[in-house]
């Protein structure tokens, strides 16, 4: 079946930079385009950062864009999402996702699977 599984969450410093990763299995990796979403206490889940099946096509939310890199590995089976010049605004659960197609954006409707996440925590 297929399974999504992020790592790499962690407490760092407002500047500092993290790298989650997500490790998918029970598919066919290099089909399926993949995304990034994460969700603060309280608020809704919001739109990251999403990649296309090859990796040549990405797209980023307005918040995170020149601040955070998504990237692929197919032969590995694995997305990662680099963090850079973290805020405290960045506090959330953060969460991949498989696309339904090769080609996904920042509609959740877009996707059918979805990890459990793990916390990423900027302090100020």
């Known amino acids: 079946q297929v399974q999504l599984a992020e790592s790499g969450g962690g407490l760092v410093q407002a500047g500092d930079s993290l790298r989650l990763s997500c490790a998918a299995s029970?598919?066919?990796?290099?089909?399926?385009?993949m995304g990034w979403f994460r969700q603060a206490p309280g608020k809704e889940r919001e739109f990251v950062a999403a990649?296309?099946?090859?990796?040549?096509?990405?797209v980023y939310a307005d918040s995170v864009k020149g601040r955070f890199t998504i990237s692929r590995d197919n032969a590995k089976n694995t997305v990662a999402l680099q963090m850079s010049s973290l805020k405290p605004e960045d506090t959330a659960v953060y969460s991949c996702?498989?696309?339904?197609?090769?080609?996904?954006?920042?509609?959740?409707?877009?996707?059918?699977?979805w990890g459990r996440g793990t916390q990423g925590t900027v302090s100020s």
């Open positions: 029970g598919f066919t990796f290099s089909s399926y385009g």
């Open positions: 990649i296309n099946l090859s990796g040549g096509g990405t």
């Open positions: 996702a498989r696309g339904r197609t090769g080609f996904v954006g920042s509609n959740p409707n877009l996707y059918d699977y």
